[in-house]
């Protein structure tokens, strides 16, 4: 007890300290962190060391890595680093995490961290998850379970039009419907456990159905399906810059959620100054915190989208107008699009751009 109560003394002063080397921090109930902003005057973290730093502060296990996957440097000037996080060499679903830096500087942090290994107290558990990583079937076992759960009659690969269309779609003469799994760990929310699967897109003809199916590596069990969807509607919380938290439409895709309504609507909300270079503004959790989402600027977008979804929904019902040309025509609104106190309408492109102000306004919408 003695001993312990000295380590306390002696972690005190330091713990004081580290609340002043962040500005802002979003954690979820686990104490995994979802945002922080740095203090770059109280502890200046160098990108190259962006890595290391991940690892300290998700007080990441032995077993886990994030490994660096791409790179980019945004219109308003900040270096991008997106990683994914692997357990002991193996994939982990919806593990992500990204690192924004200014000058060489890391300002934010923002992702979703998977704490596979049970972590106590101040330190790691030598505690494991119990969670075996080498699968006991193979991939065509697995395979096979997931073609005898969905039970159609026929699926896509065995189409002989639908093939030869994906293969001129892709100019490969080796594409083909026919499914290749993916090894991963993901979360089974039921049984509130990390699980080894294999993840399978299959699709049907007959009855239609396009799902990703995962099956149990070890038992073989069908652990769920999930409808492989490009643009599927989904109801999102958006706390907004100028207009306070209202519900918004997204878009889930690839396991986070983009500004984009469709289902009848065509909108969608990016962040650039062109059609090239924009890049899509993305949430984890459909849950669009200021915290997440203040650190670049990218709340403005949230305006944007919420007050398209609003323009459009306004025409529509009071004057019978389906958007802006009355034939339904595709609603883009870009931020970030200069540095004007200014916003226009390309009548060329059909676009609305929304610039970030200089000397009378903020980000303009």
Known sequence: MKQLIALLVLLLPCMAAAQENFLQKDTLTGGEIRFMRLNPRAMPVPLTSSRTFLRTALRMSYDDELRLISTRKDNIGYDLEFYEQYYNGVPVEYGAYSVHAKNGIVETIFGNYRKIDVVTGLGQSTEKSGLQTIPVLTEKQALNKAIEFIGAKKFQ???ANAESALRDMKNDPTASFYPKGRLLITEDTKARRFRLAFKFP????????????????ITGEIIRKDPIALCSNQAGTAQKR??????ITTDLFRGSYRLREGGGKNIVTKSGNTFQTAVEITDNDNNWTAAEHNANGEDVGLDVHWGLEKTYDYFLSVHGRNSFDGTGGALFGFVHAGSTDNAHWDADLRAAFFEDGTTHFGPVI
């Open 242 to 247: 100028y207009s306070g938290s209202q519900a």
């Open 157 to 159: 690969w065995e189409d």
């Open 202 to 217: 299959i699709r049907a003809l007959e009855p239609a159905s396009k799902n990703f199916v995962y099956v149990d590596a």
